[in-house]
């Protein structure tokens, strides 16, 4: 069974185009919580977006990325 074990997100959506954020998982899970706002979706989307490549809904082949002309990236 495969497992990631850390994220890096940069310039997805609300996340820094600029220095990424990494999310390290434990084990055996790993709880993401916080408010409004704050990137919880985004993180999930990013995951699916690292393991399958395909790209939230609605995303119209752009929305998911903070600014086209930047480059962004998923680290695993």
Excluded: W
């Amino acid at each position: 069974m495969s497992h990631i074990d850390k994220l890096g997100i940069l310039g997805i959506r609300s996340f820094s185009p600029e220095e990424p954020q990494y999310i390290k998982f434990l084990s055996p899970f790993t709880l993401i919580v916080g408010a409004n706002g704050t990137g919880k979706t985004t993180i999930i989307e990013c995951l699916k977006y690292a393991c399958t490549g395909d790209q939230p809904p609605n995303t119209k082949g752009g929305a998911f990325i903070h600014d086209t002309k930047v480059k962004s990236y998923l680290f695993i």
